[in-house]
Each structure stands twice: as structure tokens, then as C-alpha cells.
T-cell receptor
Framework: EAAVTQSPRNKVAVTGGKVTLSCNQT?????MYWYRQDTGHGLRLIHY???????EKGDIPDGYKASRPSQENFSLILELATPSQTSVYFC?????????????FGPGTRLTVL | GDSVTQKQGQVTLSEDDFLFINCTYS??????LFWYVQYPGQGPQLLLK?????NKGISRGFEATYDKGTTSFHLQKASVQESDSAVYFC????????????FGLGTRVSVFP
């Protein structure tokens, strides 16, 4: 089973500050994803990546950047954090596309922007 | 774009009751459909998936099938236990691309002894 870890697990940030959320996976999956989870919205895709050096916009990318410096690591960057970005963020990894396109999720990062 | 509708926000059951959660979906492709389960303080975990309409996915006593004709996808379990208390999400993906999952809003299942 894929091992996906996230850091930090909890973060309090100030409005206008820069926040970086980190994700590491040890199962050598090509694809990685960032989602946010909010009451009433479920999980929504922010950015994803097909491999080192690639990032793609998901459904709600505004206000977020992503970075994939290696196969194992995928970061989500909030350059100018806003209170509306208070949420729980999940990273996931998965194999290439096809019928086996299941994703493995990390434990989440709870971000509060004051 | 793809969408998943999960109307049951909360289900409350007693142990040994029958569980049924329904999703409907909209997509232009032939999707792979998933059920994920999320326990408090954890990320979603894959419960089961169904890659072909009218086939059945089975895991840990849960069953799921999807009906392409009615674009519905349901999860059921014959006899729930207190340990099944969690939030259940249906989700779909276009198997031709490595894009992210499209999730329903989730159903919180509470099972009481």
C-alpha cells in the first residue's frame, strides 16, 4: 500500500503570508494530487502532477501554486494566504491512468488562516 | 464536466441494519467508479471500485454496482457494525486520463449498538 505523508499536520497562518504544504510518497507513483475538503463541498481538486517537473491545474487552482521537484515530493504553495483558504488539505498519489487509477491519500493538513 | 451527486448527507442505523447509499453521476466517458471511506482525522481510503457497468465490487462485506442506464452507483452492506461508522464518498474518474477524482459530498454513517 502506498505511503503518503504530509507536513505540517496543522498550520496557523496570517492573512497575506506565504504557506507551503508538503507531501511525500514512497510508492514510486507517477501521479500526485492536491485536494481541499470543506463542509458542503466534499473534496475538490486543486492541482495535480504527472511526474517530476510537471504541474497541472485542477478544478479550483486560483490562489494556489504547485511544485513537483521529484517523483516523491509535491508541494502546494499559497503565496498570499486568505481566510477563504482555511480548510483541510489532502495529498494523494496514484499510478498512471487506466482502470487501476485508484488514489492513496495522506492524513491531511489542517490550515487556518487568520 | 464530470459530476457526482450524493443526496444522503447522513444515515443513522443500529447494528445489524442494512446499509444502502446511492450516488448518481454525469460524465461523457465510461468511468471507473469508486467508494472511499473516511474515518475521523484520516484521509479517505479506497473501499472498492467498479470498472465496468453491471459488474460488482466487493470488499469487507460491502458491495457496489453501477448501472450505466440510470447512471447510478450504490453501496450496500447487509449488516453494519459500529466500526462501520464513517463518512462514505462516491467518486469517479475518466480511466483514460490521470486527472483527479470527482467526489460526491459524502454520506456520514452513524451506527449505534
Amino acid at each position: 500500500e502506498a505511503a503518503v505523508t504530509q507536513s505540517p499536520r496543522n498550520k496557523v497562518a496570517v492573512t497575506g503570508g506565504k504557506v507551503t504544504l508538503s507531501c511525500n510518497q514512497t510508492n514510486n507513483h507517477n501521479n500526485m494530487y492536491w485536494y481541499r475538503q470543506d463542509t458542503g463541498h466534499g473534496l475538490r481538486l486543486i492541482h495535480y502532477s504527472y511526474g517530476a517537473g510537471s504541474t497541472e491545474k485542477g478544478d479550483i487552482p486560483d490562489g494556489y501554486k504547485a511544485s513537483r521537484p521529484s517523483q516523491e515530493n509535491f508541494s502546494l504553495i499559497l503565496e498570499l494566504a486568505t481566510p477563504s483558504q482555511t480548510s483541510v488539505y489532502f495529498c494523494a498519489s496514484g499510478d498512471s491512468w487506466g482502470s487501476y487509477a485508484e488514489q492513496f491519500f495522506g492524513p491531511g493538513t489542517r490550515l487556518t488562516v487568520l | 464536466g464530470d459530476s457526482v451527486t450524493q443526496k444522503q448527507g447522513q444515515v443513522t442505523l443500529s447494528e445489524d441494519d442494512f446499509l444502502f447509499i446511492n450516488c448518481t453521476y454525469s460524465t461523457t466517458t465510461y468511468p471507473t467508479l469508486f467508494w472511499y471511506v473516511q474515518y475521523p482525522g484520516q484521509g479517505p481510503q479506497l473501499l472498492l471500485k467498479v470498472t465496468t457497468a453491471n459488474n460488482k465490487g466487493i470488499s469487507r462485506g460491502f458491495e457496489a454496482t453501477y448501472d450505466k442506464g440510470t447512471t447510478s452507483f450504490h453501496l450496500q452492506k447487509a449488516s453494519v457494525q459500529e466500526s462501520d461508522s464513517a463518512v462514505y464518498f462516491c467518486a469517479l474518474v475518466d480511466p483514460n486520463y490521470a486527472q483527479g477524482l470527482t467526489f460526491g459530498l459524502g454520506t456520514r454513517v452513524s451506527v449505534f449498538p
